[in-house]
């Protein structure tokens, strides 16, 4: 049964950083594009980052361009989101998801990924 768990959440004061990770089991993530997403109370479910099956090509939403970093080490199958210069507007909770597809498409759409990991609370303090 192919499975994602994130962790690394937890509450950081504005301007902080925190490293998000997510680990596959029951699946090889190296044959699937990654993507995070984060939902904040009340607020739809916004696609955040992608990372291509090899790692390189990336996408981010324009909120976080210059403060996050996706990687992925796929001997590990684990993926990681790097997030600096954390803002208030960034507290939600974060997702990992896989698309069997290797790339990643222009927009990071939730309805084009298969699996999901089931979120990690991140709450930034201002």
């Known amino acids: 049964q192919p499975q994602l768990v994130e962790s690394g959440g937890g509450l950081v004061q504005a301007g902080g950083s925190l490293r998000l990770s997510c680990a596959a089991s029951?699946?090889?993530?190296?044959?699937?594009?990654i993507a995070w997403f984060r939902q904040a109370p009340g607020k739809e479910r916004e696609g955040v980052s992608c990372?291509?099956?090899?790692?390189?090509?990336?996408n981010y939403a324009d909120s976080v361009k210059g403060r996050f970093t996706i990687s992925r080490d796929n001997a590990k199958n684990m993926v990681y989101l790097q997030m600096s210069s954390l803002k208030a507007e960034d507290t939600a909770v974060y997702y990992c998801?896989?698309?069997?597809?290797?790339?990643?498409?222009?927009?990071?759409?939730?309805?084009?990924?298969?699996?999901w990991g089931r979120g990690t609370q991140v709450t930034v303090s201002s």
């Open positions: 998801a896989a698309r069997s597809i290797a790339r990643c498409g222009q927009q990071i759409a939730a309805a084009a990924y298969d699996v």
């Open positions: 990372i291509s099956s090899g790692g390189s090509s990336t």
């Open positions: 029951g699946f090889t993530l190296g044959y699937y594009a």
